[in-house]
């Protein structure tokens, strides 16, 4: 079985000064760590940690974690090109072994710093910090605080408990896990000159894993101090126009107005978006009210609202062009039953809809009767028309019979002598209409139908040439309501072609 190895770090970084300049000191007054593992609680092992120092008047002391254990150093931070550093780290090898499934395994480091930075300068802090979860059923927890005793705030704070899964990873300043959890403060800030600061961290991870030594967890923890600015920090310092975002460059200046940021794409109301100059990534939105085109046909008057079109209510009326005036002839005292071609509606938008009263194919009475169409689109809007349906008389039936008579006599149909006998008995059925003698109109009206049949009979007059005229005189009969017994030869109509 192999034993099972925990490792957790802390990195403490400060700048050291590699040239003469201006001083800025930051005297340690104490400082430890204590590093211990339980395997099974059963027993504990503490583990001495070796701190090394880089400083060459400083010697090595490995006596940090020992109860009561201080030692005092005097660290110069002047340039940023230089760097003095210190490192807490442990390796645990669990011993005894861990021999059966289930046992609690537990790893715990703390450290902690007290310092004081010299009256001279202000100095900047930043902190950072990730720890990897490596094994089943891992319960991590930990504690990071940087406070400010003189005025007694805490520049960063984060304490939490998490549950991960294996190979999860946490970073400092993320808060997960339980509700509990807090955060507050920064990651990034002044050390003020002439303060007292506490830095303090703990970490403790323990599992019950199922499979014998089958858990690692590791860490990382850093404070870097440094004298002035730190370009890279994501902190804007003195000196600093920025540091970091958009229209920052790697310098911590501003980018040049124009420069190409955030969203690229382009809109009548929002163009490519761009640097302002200063600092600022420019959305590049049109003035409220701009006129563009949102794409529906449908809506009017678009304006730009906040960088977006939106188009106005559609008040545009449909157009609509009604039929021409519609002459037909009765197909009974009633009336006829008339079609007529719809309207066609057009309009900015497909959703018109078109109703005409009385409807094409309704029963028209004698005379003219209106016909309203109306056209109404999605939005409401509402366009009308109307024409005239005209079902004729049964007068006004003959007398269009004697315009026809005299048409096809002109066109040579027939002889004048012909046309002078069919026109007589028209104009004696008006009179007798007209004296109010329905009957005998009917009857004369059959007996013009009936020279109309004989004239067809003898090839004197062609069958397309006499249908209309034998459709018209049994349309004014229809109107009139003649009984068929007012001249029975009428039913036997049949054009049967020149002979």
Known sequence: MHPRSYWIGAVVVLLLACASAARADINVVTWQLNTESCNNCSSARQTTVSIPSFQAEDAVDN???TAGATTAYDF????????????????????PPIESAGDLRLVRSVGSMFFRV???TDLRYLLDGVYALDGDSERFSYRVQLTDLSTGTNLFYNNQESMLASGGTLELGQTAGNAANILAGNLAGTLTAGHNYYFNYSVVTSSRANVPGASTSSGDLSLHISLGTTCGNGVAEDGEDCDG?????????????GTPCGDAAETDCD????????????????DDGTSCDDGDDCSTVDACVAGVCVGGPDETDPTIACSADVVAEPAGPDGANVSYKAPIPDDNCA????????????????????????????????????????????????????????????????????ARSLIAKLKNALDRLAAGNTRAGCNVLGA????VYAMVNSGKLAPEEALPLLESAMAARAALGCDVADNGSVLKLAPKGRR
């Open 118 to 120: 010299s009256p001279d």
């Open 351 to 418: 959703d018109v809809t078109t109703v005409c009263v009385p409807a094409s194919g309704d029963l028209f009475a004698i005379g003219d009767t209106s016909v309203a169409c109306e056209a109404t689109d999605g939005a409401g809007n509402v366009t009308e028309c109307s024409f005239i349906v005209t079902v004729l008389s049964a007068e006004e039936v003959v007398e269009d019979l004697i315009d026809a008579v005299h048409a096809l006599a002109g066109s040579g149909a027939f002889n004048q002598g012909q």
């Open 76 to 95: 110069e931070v002047v340039d940023e090109s230089c760097s003095f550093g210190f490192v807490f780290d442990g390796w645990i090898d669990e011993s």
């Open 448 to 451: 013009f139908v009936n020279s």
């Open 271 to 286: 163009g490519a978006d761009v640097c302002d100059g200063f600092g600022v990534c420019d959305a590049n939105t049109a």
């Open 245 to 257: 975002g958009e229209c920052c460059t790697p310098d911590c200046t501003f980018a040049e107005a």
């Open 63 to 65: 006596t940090f974690g």
